[in-house]
T-cell receptor
Framework: NAGVTQTPKFQVLKTGQSMTLQCAQD?????MSWYRQDPGMGLRLIHY???????DQGEVPNGYNVSRSTTEDFPLRLLSAAPSQTSVYFC?????????????FGPGTRLTVT | GDSVTQMEGPVTLSEEAFLTINCTYT??????LFWYVQYPGEGLQLLLK?????DKGSNKGFEATYRKETTSFHLEKGSVQVSDSAVYFC???????????FGAGTILRVKS
């Protein structure tokens, strides 16, 4: 079991460029989420998915798109990168078991936009 | 909306000292509560959880009790080690879809 994997680990973009952060899980979890981590602000939810074909916005969705065509994959697309999107991005997956909703996190992608 | 407030850090302790990191929450219903830990350069790992009032979560010597009357979930450890140095996040979840709401995180530094 690889768990939750994310690629790339590090990325530098110029303002206006687009890119896709990849996330995959091999635990057959129905729920997947993207968070960004900024100093002093904890993690904030960008987008989430409750199953293949179903996505919804979180707290800070502007500038990001997602899709969920398979249970395993949940890519995050930056449409036109801005310096405000410099952050560490974490993907997570989870399942519902007795209502506890434990989430499993990937190792993160550190993104710098110049 | 739902929110989590943690004590500000960094918290600096000597090895074998007692640790408390305060966490309080605001929620309209009855959330599940979590503590996650992030070691340097790594992702988040679940440390412990509690799903209903008066539950005590425990793991690796850490404990936290779900206090509904004070809306709190304080993290404690009786004797910290240098290897406990990390960032600790308190979080809650109460909605369908597994949407975690995090506190800002507390940096813990343990000196030998």
């Amino acid at each position: 079991n690889a768990g939750v994997t994310q690629t790339p680990k590090f990325q530098v973009l110029k303002t206006g460029q687009s890119m896709t952060l990849q996330c995959a899980q091999d635990m057959n979890h129905e729920y997947m989420s993207w968070y960004r981590q900024d100093p002093g602000m904890g993690l904030r939810l960008i987008h989430y998915s409750v199953g293949a074909g179903i996505t919804d916005q979180g707290e800070v969705p502007n500038g990001y798109n997602v899709s969920r065509s398979t249970t395993e994959d949940f890519p995050l697309r930056l449409l036109s990168a801005a310096p405000s999107q410099t952050s560490v991005y974490f993907c997570a997956s989870s399942y519902s078991a007795l209502g506890s909703y434990e989430q499993y996190f990937g190792p993160g992608t550190r993104l710098t936009v110049t | 909306g739902d929110s989590v407030t943690q004590m500000e850090g960094p918290v600096t302790l000597s090895e074998e000292a007692f640790l408390t990191i305060n966490c309080t929450y605001t929620a309209t219903g009855y959330p599940s509560l979590f503590w996650y830990v992030q070691y340097p350069g790594e992702g988040l790992q679940l440390l412990l959880k509690a799903t209903k009032a008066d539950d005590k979560g425990s793991n690796k010597g850490f404990e936290a009790t779900y206090r509904k009357e004070t809306t709190s979930f304080h993290l404690e450890k009786g004797s910290v080690q240098v290897s406990d140095s990390a960032v600790y996040f308190c979080a809650l979840n109460m909605e369908y879809g597994n949407k975690l709401v995090f506190g800002a995180g507390t940096i813990l530094r343990v000196k030998s």
